[in-house]
């Protein structure tokens, strides 16, 4: 019976995902084992980023949006905060150039306001080089919060419907779909999160509503191409039912 199910499963493999969504969680654990101080975790985890978007880039994966700076890491020590800021920088620096032979599109989700002026710029110039690529979208979540984005989202719908440009009748999950800072990129249908921490952690909350979520307890600097193949296979294996019931139970 149950490998008869298991057979037609199989069968009915879906796809690769089109969005895959990363909370990169665990340099600073990484780098206190090795009782190293917690920005060469991050340096770590930047390299990481390099190989993770080569292998997705590679398998053909449409949507890659990583978490790398959340409106709560502003809490952070005042030299770890200056140094995160510099990575995107440090990383565009030395991977750019193979982004655009890859023809990776680079996008940003989050709000610039308060970043620093340098980490803006390296950022809008490599979303400006590679705005007419057509490979993988490689969305950089920098300064992003769920909740911030849904005030954002918000604010602007609500002065919109003011000044008659909307009515409010009209409002349905796909208009605020457009007012998001995720608006034209799908919902992601696998949402990872490393380093045994069991949170989305204000990570695209409205756009996760349905993704299949995967943790696994490797820090992020050591988040394999391996781990996240297998993670695929098993998101293609999984049922989908989104409230209803499994077609072979009809
Ligand atoms: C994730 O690693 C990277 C960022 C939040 C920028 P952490 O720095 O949170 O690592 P841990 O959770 O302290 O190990
Ligand atoms: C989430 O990780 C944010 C990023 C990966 C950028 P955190 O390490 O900041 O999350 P919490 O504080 O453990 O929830
Ligand atoms: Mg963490």
């Known amino acids: 019976m149950f490998g008869w199910r298991k057979q037609k499963r199989a069968d009915k493999e879906r796809a690769l995902p089109e969005h895959i969504a990363i909370i990169m969680d665990g340099n600073g654990r990484y ?36 978490y790398a700076f959340s409106t709560e890491n502003w809490s952070r020590p005042q030299n770890e905060i200056s140094y995160l800021m510099k990575l995107p920088g440090d990383f565009l620096s030395t991977f750019l150039p193979e982004l655009i032979e890859k023809n990776v599109r680079v996008l940003t989700i989050g709000s610039p306001e308060e970043l620093p002026d340098y980490t803006v710029k390296t950022v809008s110039e490599a979303v400006e080089k590679t705005q007419d690529n057509t490979g ?21 719908m609500s002065a919109d419907a003011v000044a008659g440009a909307i009515d409010p009748e009209d409002i349905s999950q796909g208009t605020i779909d457009q007012y998001l800072m995720t608006r034209n990129i799908p919902e992601p249908e696998m949402m990872i999160r490393t380093s045994g921490e069991y949170r989305l ?8 509503s349905y993704s299949e979520l995967f943790f696994t307890d490797t820090f992020w600097p050591e988040f394999a191409t391996e781990e996240l193949d297998l993670m695929i296979s098993q998101y293609q294996k999984r049922s989908r039912r989104f409230g209803g019931i499994d077609e072979e139970e009809v």
């Open 31 to 66: 780098a206190k084992e090795r009782n190293r101080p917690r920005i060469n975790g991050h340096y770590e985890g930047m390299q990481n980023v390099k190989k993770i978007t080569r292998h997705a880039s590679d398998i053909g994966i449409k949507y890659l949006t990583l």
């Open 201 to 208: 952690s204000n990570f695209l909350l409205w756009q996760s």
């Open 136 to 156: 993988l979208n490689l969305v950089f979540a920098l300064n992003y919060g769920g909740r911030d984005e849904l005030v954002q989202a918000i604010r602007s």
